[in-house]
């Protein structure tokens, strides 16, 4: 009966389209009351979900992210890739998914991705004749590398939702691999797309313009080996990364471009602060359902349902992707990430998958979510940018979709492809 009320409240309101964060902890306040427990049970919850000290860096990688957007780093790694791949058929298409390539290493979000490159990419590709909806599939499904290459705040929530016990170090560099092999498929695929409908190269601005292009882009760039070479090598914790990130973020917009002013810098604080704000009211809330979910022994239940099915771990790991896909279309990623963690991680690691791999195997399953229809944010963010209905969007989105779904194929059943670089850095 608890479950009941616990899912029965929860699809009522999501169906309603309650915000998620009310809709979790009135689910959860639901349950408990019924249960008998103290109501106040919900927000000591919800508190201790909030305050795990991990969770400092996510604040400021946000921050670090806005002060890139504000301060035009977006505008310089878009020049950078539009010099080194632009010149191939469909060169701006290409040129999207190298530029949230570059981009993602800096800001570690999705949405911040598909804003910023699509803000700059979509104008530019239909004045040269880009079909609005290639430009805008293009941009949403190319922001998904964000959440796997760091500084990718959503792996620090996997880790927390974990209980804190996998290193977010390795799970920073289990992303990278995922991501440039997310990134090639996706360029396969706006190539195999632009030659069909006959879109057109960009000229080759040469080497010595080039390679000026690239000399002012590195400041820009040398943020990600910040991050990742000081938290590998143990100069700084991941939470510390996220602080230099920020100050690293000001010099550069500040004194080597000069492109942040007094507006930029207040406007930057105050969206990181509403970003904020929503993420950490989404992870309270989720903490307390989760917690639920732990009482009533749901992740227990679910591993011994899933043993039921398959001794096969090839058929369970099918299983998940389907499951996290489906539910990946109707939430949001952070709160999927601490509700279901608890849930299949038992699962995955009873069938032999390492936590690190089903880490990233997570993440990319959820970031497709945010990709698809009816709830996702990214995709809303580039049809917005694009001014075009996401009904359009989506007719012919299928390519990037199978270069996405390809993607995890591999990345599910080759756990070398996650597991190398961790592996590498610890010996």
């Given at each position: 009966?608890?479950?009941?009320?616990?899912?029965?409240?929860?699809?009522?309101?999501?169906?309603?389209?309650?915000?998620?964060?009310?809709?979790?902890?009135?689910?959860?306040?639901?349950?408990?009351?019924?249960?008998?427990?103290?109501?106040?049970?919900?927000?000591?919850?919800?508190?201790?979900?909030?305050?795990?000290?991990?969770?400092?860096?996510?604040?400021?990688?946000?921050?670090?992210?806005?002060?890139?957007?504000?301060?035009?780093?977006?505008?310089?790694?878009?020049?950078?890739?539009?010099?080194?791949?632009?010149?191939?058929?469909?060169?701006?298409?290409?040129?999207n998914v190298m530029s949230s390539t570059f981009f993602g290493g800096v800001s570690g979000s999705a949405v911040a991705d598909a804003s910023a490159v699509g803000g700059l990419m979509i104008p530019q590709m239909k004045a040269r004749g880009y079909a609005v909806d290639y430009s805008v599939n293009i941009t949403v499904t190319s922001a998904i590398i964000a959440l796997m290459i760091p500084p990718s705040h959503n792996m620090i929530i996997y880790s927390i939702s974990a209980g804190g016990m996998i290193s977010i170090a390795d799970l920073f560099t289990a992303g990278i691999l995922p991501?440039?092999?997310?990134?090639?498929?996706?360029?396969?695929?706006?190539?195999?797309?632009?030659?069909?409908?006959?879109?057109?190269?960009?000229?080759?601005?040469?080497?010595?313009?080039?390679?000026?292009?690239?000399?002012?882009?590195?400041?820009?760039?040398?943020?990600?080996?910040?991050?990742?070479?000081?938290?590998?090598?143990?100069?700084?914790?991941?939470?510390?990364?996220?602080?230099?990130?920020?100050?690293?973020?000001?010099?550069?917009?500040?004194?080597?471009?000069?492109?942040?002013?007094?507006?930029?810098?207040?406007?930057?604080?105050?969206?990181?602060?509403?970003?904020?704000?929503?993420?950490?009211?989404?992870?309270?809330?989720?903490?307390?359902?989760?917690?639920?979910?732990?009482?009533?022994?749901?992740?227990?239940?679910?591993?011994?349902?899933?043993?039921?099915?398959?001794?096969?771990?090839?058929?369970?790991?099918?299983?998940?992707?389907?499951?996290?896909?489906?539910?990946?279309?109707?939430?949001?990623?952070?709160?999927?990430?601490?509700?279901?963690?608890?849930?299949?991680?038992?699962?995955?690691?009873?069938?032999?998958?390492?936590?690190?791999?089903?880490?990233?195997?997570?993440?990319?399953?959820?970031?497709?979510?945010?990709?698809?229809?009816?709830?996702?944010?990214?995709?809303?963010?580039?049809?917005?940018?694009?001014?075009?209905?996401?009904?359009?969007?989506?007719?012919?989105?299928?390519?990037?979709?199978?270069?996405?779904?390809?993607?995890?194929?591999?990345?599910?059943?080759?756990?070398?492809?996650?597991?190398?670089?961790?592996?590498?850095?610890?010996?």
């Amino acid at each position: 009966m608890e479950l009941t009320i616990l899912f029965g409240t929860f699809a009522v309101l999501l169906v309603l389209g309650v915000p998620i964060a009310f809709v979790l902890a009135i689910a959860s306040f639901a349950t408990i009351v019924h249960m008998g427990l103290p109501p106040l049970i919900v927000f000591q919850r919800m508190a201790s979900g909030m305050s795990a000290f991990a969770l400092m860096a996510i604040p400021f990688f946000i921050f670090a992210g806005e002060l890139m957007v504000r301060g035009a780093i977006a505008e310089k790694l878009v020049r950078l890739a539009a010099g080194v791949i632009g010149h191939l058929r469909g060169g701006l298409g290409l040129v999207n998914v190298m530029s949230s390539t570059f981009f993602g290493g800096v800001s570690g979000s999705a949405v911040a991705d598909a804003s910023a490159v699509g803000g700059l990419m979509i104008p530019q590709m239909k004045a040269r004749g880009y079909a609005v909806d290639y430009s805008v599939n293009i941009t949403v499904t190319s922001a998904i590398i964000a959440l796997m290459i760091p500084p990718s705040h959503n792996m620090i929530i996997y880790s927390i939702s974990a209980g804190g016990m996998i290193s977010i170090a390795d799970l920073f560099t289990a992303g990278i691999l995922p991501g440039l092999l997310l990134a090639v498929l996706l360029m396969v695929a706006a190539y195999v797309v632009a030659r069909r409908r006959g879109y057109p190269a960009e000229v080759f601005p040469g080497f010595p313009a080039l390679m000026s292009i690239f000399l002012n882009a590195v400041p820009g760039l040398l943020l990600i080996l910040v991050i990742v070479g000081g938290v590998r090598s143990g100069v700084f914790t991941a939470t510390e990364s996220s602080m230099i990130a920020v100050v690293y973020a000001l010099l550069i917009t500040l004194l080597v471009y000069r492109s942040l002013s007094w507006a930029d810098f207040v406007t930057a604080t105050l969206a990181a602060a509403r970003t904020t704000a929503m993420v950490l009211l989404v992870i309270g809330a989720a903490a307390s359902f989760g917690w639920l979910l732990a009482l009533l022994q749901v992740p227990a239940a679910t591993v011994e349902f899933m043993q039921s099915l398959s001794d096969n771990p090839l058929v369970i790991f099918l299983l998940l992707n389907v499951v996290l896909l489906f539910l990946g279309c109707f939430m949001d990623m952070s709160p999927l990430i601490i509700i279901t963690t608890p849930i299949f991680l038992p699962v995955v690691t009873a069938f032999g998958m390492d936590p690190v791999h089903f880490g990233v195997i997570l993440v990319l399953n959820l970031g497709i979510g945010l990709c698809t229809p009816p709830v996702g944010s990214v995709l809303f963010v580039g049809c917005a940018v694009g001014k075009i209905p996401i009904m359009q969007a989506v007719r012919t989105i299928w390519p990037f979709y199978i270069a996405c779904i390809v993607t995890l194929i591999l990345v599910t059943y080759i756990p070398a492809i996650s597991l190398f670089l961790p592996k590498m850095f610890a010996n």
